[in-house]
T-cell receptor
């Protein structure tokens, strides 16, 4: 079975500062990894996905994530935070690529942007 | 291309009642998954349907059921509602087949049980 741990239920950064949201996974087979963002009263929007083609994955809105197998991590970063980045972020893992077994999500990290 | 749509967006029910939620996937997507999101448990996988068949099910009681129609639209039903069923129910669709198939989520149906 797979699992996801997101360190920090809340992360606060200043506008313009580096954003780092941590995600560690556990999987018995090579996983597919995803980051989703959720704005208030909305569904989840895919930020980026790890497909094993490259360890550094670039997503939308300036976000990127690096897959580190030795550390079983898939941390999300953005060089410069913007007020519009304030939202809930979820890391998710799947062993079937998001197919029949569904996605296993972390508990989420609420990103707060200080002006 | 239109996104995943869910109806209704908000619903208030009383304990003991039953409820049916609807999901229309992105055109061409044949797989539909359902998730429950609560503050305490987070996002949890309910079940996944493909070609009108349930392929997998999460750890939820039998009161939670679903079905998929030939046009890939899906419904989920919760019978004998409990207060703990209050949640945001999210539907996601994806292309079927092997390999990476990212899921696209709808806006959700917020169910309140009183």
């Amino acid at each position: 079975a797979q699992s996801v741990t997101q360190l920090g239920s809340h992360v606060s950064v200043s506008e313009g500062a580096l954003v780092l949201l941590r995600c560690n996974y556990s999987s018995s087979v090579p996983p597919y990894l995803f980051w989703y963002v959720q704005y208030p009263n909305q569904g989840l929007q895919l930020l980026l996905k790890y497909t094993s083609a490259a360890t550094l994955v670039k997503g939308i809105n300036g976000f990127e994530a690096e897959f580190k197998k030795s550390e079983t991590s898939f941390h999300l970063t953005k060089p410069s935070a913007h007020m519009s980045d304030a939202a809930e972020y979820f890391c998710a893992v799947s062993v079937s690529g998001g197919g029949a077994d569904g996605l296993t999500f972390g508990k989420g990290t609420h990103l707060i942007i200080q002006p | 291309k239109a996104g995943v749509t869910q109806t209704p967006r908000y619903l208030i029910k009383t304990r003991g009642q039953q409820v049916t939620l609807s999901c229309s996937p992105i055109s061409g997507h044949r797989s539909v998954s359902w998730y429950q999101q609560t503050p305490g448990q987070g996002l949890q996988f309910l079940f996944e349907y493909f070609s009108e068949t349930q392929r997998n099910k999460g750890n939820f009681p039998g009161r939670f059921s679903g079905r998929q129609f030939s046009n890939s639209r899906s419904e989920m039903n919760v019978s004998t509602l409990e207060l703990g069923d209050s949640a945001l129910y999210l539907c996601a669709s994806s292309l079927a087949g092997q390999g990476l198939r990212e899921q696209y989520f709808g806006p959700g149906t917020r169910l309140t049980v009183t």
